[in-house]
């Protein structure tokens, strides 16, 4: 897929953490009501949020266009090169060493994209420009965890489910990571 000329892709920055934030809050609130409830949401978000390591590493995009002149944040996501599968600065389990491209597989993570801008081939650019990054990194491999959300768009894109795990948030709910991996 060739980027759209009206969206535009750049390496997010720390200044940019806030709009991240807020165009995270957002999908999560509206984007996941099709496939779980508000409690499940609630569960859902304990494991999703910023993490810094990414864009300290540079692995982490944002997607822009411009709307009234000015440009606005419509999505947001990346890769790591780090073995942590997912969650923000926040989540327990985090290992931050590096992956060896040789042995180990890259990660996308944390994708979001803003409720009024989806169905517009926003993942899809995200996951070309992750899997992109990190091919070019020397990796064949790329795995994610998933929501249940957005298993249909990574298995649209050739991603495989191989585990599921369950976690029971504060408030008694399920939350689901699918995890996912595909062949560079």
Not at 92 to 102: E, F, N, Q, T
Not at 143 to 162: D, F, M
Request: net charge negative; proline share 4%.
């Amino acid at each position: 897929m060739t980027e759209p000329s009206r969206f535009r892709s750049r390496i997010a920055s720390e200044d940019d953490i806030p709009a991240i934030t807020e165009l995270m809050r957002a999908s999560i609130a509206v984007n996941m009501r099709a496939f779980l409830s508000e409690a499940e949401i609630k569960a859902a978000q304990e494991t999703m949020g910023v993490d810094r390591s990414l864009i300290a590493d540079g692995t982490y995009f944002v997607i822009e266009t411009d709307v009234d002149g000015s440009p606005v944040m419509v999505a947001c996501g990346g890769w790591g090169k780090r073995r942590t599968l997912y969650g923000g600065d926040h989540s327990p389990g985090r290992d931050d060493s590096l992956s060896d491209p040789a042995k180990d597989a890259a990660r996308i993570r944390a994708m979001y994209t803003h409720p009024d801008w989806t169905r517009q081939g926003l993942g899809t650019l995200l996951l070309e420009l992750g899997e992109g990054a990190a091919r070019e990194a020397g990796f064949s491999t790329i795995e994610l965890g998933s929501t249940v959300p957005g298993r249909p768009l990574y298995e649209a894109r050739g991603y495989e489910a191989y585990f599921t795990e369950h976690h029971t948030g504060a408030n008694g709910e399920r939350n689901t990571v699918i995890h996912m991996r595909k062949a560079l």
